[in-house]
């Protein structure tokens, strides 16, 4: 296929939306271009197994950061999928909209038009939720939204202990209240990964307009002049042009998404002339602005035997999949992430910056377990970190891995953060709902309790939620920094936009597979030059002292 009109680069969270979108009326000609492969692994499709997919080098690219100056040099793991669906196949699955504040935030930093009020059509246009209530949720969208069973007893502890403890509960945090603990949303359905793969694409490639290129590099996006007017791609070993009739739209992640635009020539310009890089337009804002969520668990030996701890043997885990294979039911249908809380971290904090994921087993992202028997946990981190890294070129090489550096922990509010999170996660395994399962603390340990000691332990244990984003910044048109207009367009250039979880100006609270589908749906409508969705005018709940109280 050697032209469309809509050129898409990358089949991920953002790009099948936009995929399923502008080739809707039948009018445009679109091409998804995918570098990765099929999506038909069993261990992508069975929720409970997505640790399989985020550590196989078949499905993801296996990034890395350069050594991280604030975390003693290590060098984090940063996950992002190659595969048909990109992160949203093979990630947990949580289903976080973000808080109303975050888009109205985007808004004031330049984002004109995706302020709360905006985003909340395009949220409720993409979903159907089996449980969120109305006039907040959607009903008829391709993305399916669910919850988990909760059968298992500790679930039940972690929310009790949390109204214990003093905090709201919450009936649905993707509604109007956020604050607070209860059940966690999932993108799940009938026992499968419901990935944008799976909601979006997969039904779409049924039209005649909407093609799909996989296994194809995209090594730069071609310009005449100012214009783009295609890609350049490798497939089977040989070079190729794609022309973009209309337009070429960058939806390749937070990570190559600003590593191709300055592997063609935007970006910043001396970083570009060290590459021996043209420089088409010099915008130092492409690769900068480089934002994450980090975590740490917090872990606690089981006295009852009823974690999930012992189906992480080889045998247990082989017979959970049996039961999935044939039935998609049982332990194999959830992500087990089934319970959470979304709470402040101190008095004058306005609306909710730590989030709990609360597991009833206690167990590492790389499956590797903490509890020789039973065993639960909290992965808790805070949600709007001040620190601000960048991705970089490692050359011109387009199949080189770029440099990336989050700058983890380089502000001294992050190291408070995370003190404050460790104490407030103890108070609430403290509770006398958790009395009846409590045993040792397995991480951090009894043993660490100063604020050294608890530094100590986050320098050499903290990880990555693995939610880039922010690296071609949206803001206004005169913004120097900025590298896309509130169009999506990038600035400085024609015909060419960039549409995924880079485009954020700040990070959203929780998990970023949401929002990142929410900028595909919008976008999709700024591209076709269609009215966008009305305004809703519904307020958050916003806790009624949170200036002066911490819950």
Not at 186 to 193: A, I, Q
Not at 405 to 424: Q, T, V
Not at 532 to 541: A, F, I
């Amino acid at each position: 296929m050697g032209e469309a009109d809509f050129v898409i680069i990358g089949a991920g969270s953002a790009g099948c939306a936009l995929a399923a979108r502008l080739s809707e009326d039948g009018r445009n000609e679109v091409l998804v271009v995918e570098f990765g492969g099929s999506d038909l692994s069993p261990f992508i499709q069975m929720p409970a197994a997505f640790s399989v997919p985020m550590n196989t080098a078949r499905y993801d690219w296996g990034y890395r950061t350069e050594p991280e100056p604030h975390l003693g040099g290590r060098r984090l793991a940063c996950p992002r999928g190659k595969v048909i669906g990109g992160s949203s196949s093979i990630n947990g699955m949580v289903f976080v909209r973000g808080h109303a504040r975050d888009f109205d935030a985007w808004e004031a930093m330049g984002a004109q038009g995706w302020s709360y009020g905006d985003v909340l059509p395009y949220f409720r246009r993409m979903e159907t939720s089996h449980v969120g209530a109305e006039p907040w949720r959607g009903r008829e969208g391709p993305l399916h939204v669910t919850r988990g069973s909760l059968r298992n007893p500790l679930y039940a502890a972690f929310i009790e202990a949390g109204e214990q403890a003093g905090y709201p509960l919450t009936a649905d945090y993707n509604g109007a209240a956020q604050e607070g603990f209860g059940p966690m949303e999932m993108t799940v359905w009938r026992g499968l990964r419901w990935s944008a793969a799976n909601a979006y694409l997969k039904p779409a490639l049924k039209r005649a307009n909407l093609s799909l290129m996989n296994r194809t590099l995209v090594e730069r996006i071609v310009f005449e002049g100012r214009r783009a007017v295609g890609i350049e791609v490798m497939r089977d070993g040989r070079r190729e042009t794609i022309r973009a009739r209309r337009e070429v739209i960058l939806s390749a992640s937070a990570i190559n998404s600003p590593k191709l635009l300055m592997l063609s020539g935007i970006g910043p310009a001396a970083h570009l002339g060290e590459a021996g890089i043209e420089v088409i337009a010099d915008r130092p804002g492409v690769g900068a602005n480089l934002q994450d969520h980090l975590e740490v668990y917090v872990q606690q030996e089981c006295t009852q035997p009823v974690s999930l701890n012992p189906h992480l043997s080889i045998v247990g885990k082989g017979r959970i999949g049996l039961r999935w294979l044939v039935s998609r039911a049982g332990l194999g249908a959830s992500n087990h992430f089934e319970a959470c809380s979304f709470i402040r971290s101190a008095p004058g904090v306005e609306y909710p910056d730590l989030q709990m994921h609360f597991l009833p087993a206690a167990v590492r992202y790389d499956g590797k377990a903490a509890a020789k028997a039973h065993g639960y946990q909290i992965h808790i981190g805070p949600m709007r970190s001040p620190s601000r890294g960048e991705v970089r070129l490692a050359g011109s090489d387009p199949a080189a891995a770029p440099k990336i550096r989050f700058n983890y922990m380089s502000h001294e509010k992050d190291w408070a953060d995370f003190r404050a999170a460790i104490r407030l996660t103890r108070e609430i395994f403290r509770q006398p709902a958790f009395a009846p399962f409590a045993g040792p603390e397995l991480a951090p340990g009894a043993e660490v309790d100063s604020d050294e000691a608890i530094d100590a332990f986050v320098r050499e244990e903290v990880e990555s939620a693995y939610h880039p984003c922010g690296t071609c910044r949206m803001g206004a048109a005169d913004d120097a920094n900025a590298v896309v207009d509130p169009e999506c367009r990038v600035i400085g250039v024609e015909g060419l936009r960039v549409v995924d979880s880079s485009i954020f100006p700040q990070i959203t609270n929780g998990n970023l597979n949401g929002p990142s589908i929410m900028v595909g749906e919008k976008a999709s409508d700024l591209i076709l030059g269609r009215a966008p969705l009305p305004r809703e005018n519904l307020d958050p709940v916003l806790s009624a002292n949170w200036q002066v109280s911490q819950r």
